[in-house]
């Protein structure tokens, strides 16, 4: 089942995209992500998530989507997934716009990004899902590519060391 976080993922690095979605899970022992987490929760204060068929929501209003986010590292892949969520509430009738907030902006404090999708992008965001999951169908990942966000990803032993 495809999820926000594969969304994400599949924007970010598609060979992290490929070992999470196969459960190879380095995740949990990464400090950025436990940092991630933390900051995450605090931002929630004490909210629970909203989760519907797949999704989980950090902030669902009746005007907006939120989705927290420690930075602004990757606002692409980001955004995907907010788009996602989106698409998901839209088909079941739940109309929202997205908020997409960063809590650090190269460590300068919260900025705040809005999403809106008209009912046409909502449609090529289905195909571009549809093109995630023949992805995913691989039976192995692709090989890794040595870009500077690697040296702080979670998956960084298992693919180069």
Known sequence: MLTGTVVNYYIHCRRQCWLFYH????????????????????????????????????????????????????????????????????????????RLECLEKNKQGKTVHTVVLTTEEAEERKAFYHEIEEFLEGELPPPPLRKAMCKKCAYYAYCFV
């Open 23 to 98: 459960r190879l899970n380095m995740e949990d022992n990464s400090e950025d992500v436990r940092v991630g987490k933390i900051l995450h929760e605090l931002k929630r204060q004490g909210r629970e998530e909203v989760a519907l068929e797949g999704i989980k929501l950090d902030k669902l209003t009746a005007e907006y989507v939120t989705e927290f986010k420690k930075s602004d590292a990757d606002l692409e892949a980001a955004r995907a997934q907010l788009e996602f969520y989106l698409v998901t509430l839209q088909d079941k009738g739940i109309i929202r716009k997205g």
